[in-house]
């Protein structure tokens, strides 16, 4: 019989779980539920413990379960800290309590974007060594460092937050290029252009829009992704330059833009870079796609 974990992806929009097959990284009994509701109770350790019953009572051969969540937790990964998207379970001490529910069964977890960057190991396409930084581009900007295949986490557990770095015009990196940064950036610089664009002047560009246009050749929209591109490959020059990874992974829902962005970041990396760490560096989109949070949360087990 094939091993078999849970993977629960805690969001602040959705919580999704499934049944991942170790081998093949197949998902059954796939499950979501909005958070929102669950916050609403003011029991979400409760409900996601009900959740977690039923997939283990149709599952009863699943012994480990891993744990994806969108914040701070403990260097020994038992309890939550910070959990922005969700303030009510700051604090609590999710696995023991996991664990003193459901006896004789294994609870892992760790930050999302960390999870995720783990997952494209043991479940991404293509050959990944067992050294590289992941970084996610979405509402934010995510990362990790996986380091002999595990979790870089750090002196106090919480390492590789590149979307607090410091960037250009005085704030950190996800208020430059995050998602609604970059819609707001694109909406600037459609208002100061004069060429000719596809791109709307009435500031409902979106991102998909920016993509298509990029797609066709648009000028605009190749431009913005430049700066953007650029604010990024600054940021990856640093964490090159600080662990020594010469393989970089880009995931998120932005990582549409992949291609439109990679020229700049290299622009800068030929730049800024001596030899060295340029030799054999390798950037390249991951390719979870959605099922990243889910996939990750499962290779916790591993």
């Known amino acids: 019989m094939a091993t078999e974990y849970l993977g629960i992806d805690i969001g602040g929009t959705n919580v999704k779980m499934g049944i991942v097959e170790a081998e093949t990284g197949n998902i059954s009994n796939f499950y979501s539920h909005d958070t929102g509701d669950w916050r609403k109770s003011g029991h979400f350790v409760k409900s996601l413990g009900d959740a977690i019953s039923v997939q283990l009572k149709q599952n009863p051969e699943v012994s480990k379960c891993g ?4 914040g701070l937790i403990t260097r020994d990964r038992q309890s939550l800290i910070e959990i922005t998207a969700i303030p009510e379970i700051d604090g609590i001490s999710v696995i023991p309590e996991l664990k003193d529910r459901f006896k004789g069964k294994d609870f892992f977890l760790e930050n999302d974007a960390n999870a995720a960057a783990l997952g494209e190991y043991y479940f991404g396409e293509g050959d990944v060594p067992e050294d590289y930084i992941f970084v996610t581009l979405g509402t934010g900007v995510g990362g990790a460092a996986i380091i002999d295949k595990t979790v870089f986490k750090g002196g106090g557990g919480n390492a590789m937050e590149p979307g607090h770095m410091p960037s250009k ?6 208020r430059n290029i995050g998602k609604v940064e970059l819609l707001n950036l694109a909406t600037d ?34 431009e913005i992704f430049e700066e953007v591109g650029t604010l990024l490959g600054d940021g990856l020059i640093s964490m090159i330059r600080i662990l020594d990874i010469n393989t970089i992974l880009i995931g998120g829902g932005l990582s549409a833009s992949f291609e439109y962005i990679l020229p700049a970041i290299n622009k800068q990396i030929e730049f800024w870079l001596s030899p060295y760490y340029k030799k054999g560096l390798s950037i390249k989109r991951a390719t979870l796609a959605n099922d990243a949070g889910l996939l990750g949360a499962a290779s916790l087990c591993f």
């Open 67 to 70: 744990i994806g969540v969108p």
């Open 169 to 174: 015009n005085g704030r950190v990196l996800e």
């Open 189 to 222: 610089m459609r208002a100061a252009w004069t060429g000719e664009t596809v791109l709307v002047a009435d500031g409902t560009i979106s991102t998909m829009g920016l993509v298509s246009a990029a797609t066709e050749g648009d000028k605009l929209a190749l």
